[in-house]
């Protein structure tokens, strides 16, 4: 059985109070679903939600790391520093990353590595443009993000590799692919794996749809056999919404 996970990414909201109380909020929602739940602050506001999301079934997670261990990379944070305030799961290759601080699949597959190195589990993200799926490349884009990140690494990272389907033209725009279209592509990328690793390996990554999930659609992504839960932007923001997609499982 692969893991159902959500997750919400803050993204560069909430200030410290903000963080506060949004995290009552979520520790006053019922969950009723079998998803792992995680939530990614911004990087000052970590060590806060961390400690106050200890003892509770919220991971905080990070939104972004550097591939060094440390030294001359002014304004970055490495794997071993989330890891010394207790992260353990780090967002990578967000395509605002992408579009926004030029990075790329190199960059990438080098911040993979280092992510894996500390023992800390990555969630992967990927997607095609519109220009990509209005040209019928968006399957041809996606197969090589993922083979150029990450088909350097051995089977067994993939215990600890999530992928997250982010079609760009999806994201925070209120357009969300179809059920069927997140559907398509799921089993595309799952096929894209089984091909290199295996059945046994593509069989237990979970892959997550983001991109515009709110509780209004989630039910009928989640329904969908490729689909093994979201990245959430906005409506991770509202604790009721987060919440209500959480439980749509
Ligand atoms: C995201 O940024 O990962 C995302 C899916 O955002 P939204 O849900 O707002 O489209």
Request: one cysteine or more; aromatic letters at 8%; hydrophobic letters at 45%.
């Amino acid at each position: 059985m692969r893991k159902h996970i959500v997750a919400g990414n803050w993204k560069m909201n909430n200030d410290l109070p903000q963080t506060e109380l949004l995290i009552t909020d979520l520790l006053k929602q019922n969950q009723t679903s079998d998803a792992e739940v995680m939530i990614a602050p911004t990087f000052t506001n970590l060590w806060q939600a961390f400690e106050s999301l200890r003892q509770e079934p919220i991971e905080v997670i990070a939104q972004n790391m550097h591939f060094a261990e440390n030294g001359a990379y002014t304004g970055e944070v490495s794997a071993s520093m989330l890891k010394s305030i207790g992260i353990k799961t780090v967002i990578l290759g967000h395509s605002e990353r992408r579009a926004y601080y030029n990075e790329t699949d190199e960059s990438l597959a080098k911040k993979v590595d280092a992510a894996l190195a500390n023992d800390m589990r990555v969630i992967f993200c990927f997607g095609e443009e519109l220009a990509d799926r209005k040209a019928g490349n968006e399957e041809a884009v996606v197969e090589g993000q993922i083979k150029n990140a990450l088909f350097h690494l051995g089977a067994d990272a993939f215990k600890s590799i999530v992928l997250a389907y982010e079609p760009v033209w999806a994201i925070g725009t209120g357009e969300t692919a179809s059920p069927e279209q997140a559907q398509d592509m799921h089993a595309f990328i799952r096929k894209t794996l089984a091909d290199k690793y295996g059945n046994d390996v593509a069989d237990s990554v979970s892959i997550l749809y983001g991109g515009s999930v709110k509780p209004a659609n989630a039910k009928e992504i989640f329904s969908k056999p490729d689909v093994d839960g979201g990245l959430i932007g906005g409506a991770a923001l509202k604790a009721e919404d987060f919440y209500a997609i959480v439980n749509a499982f």
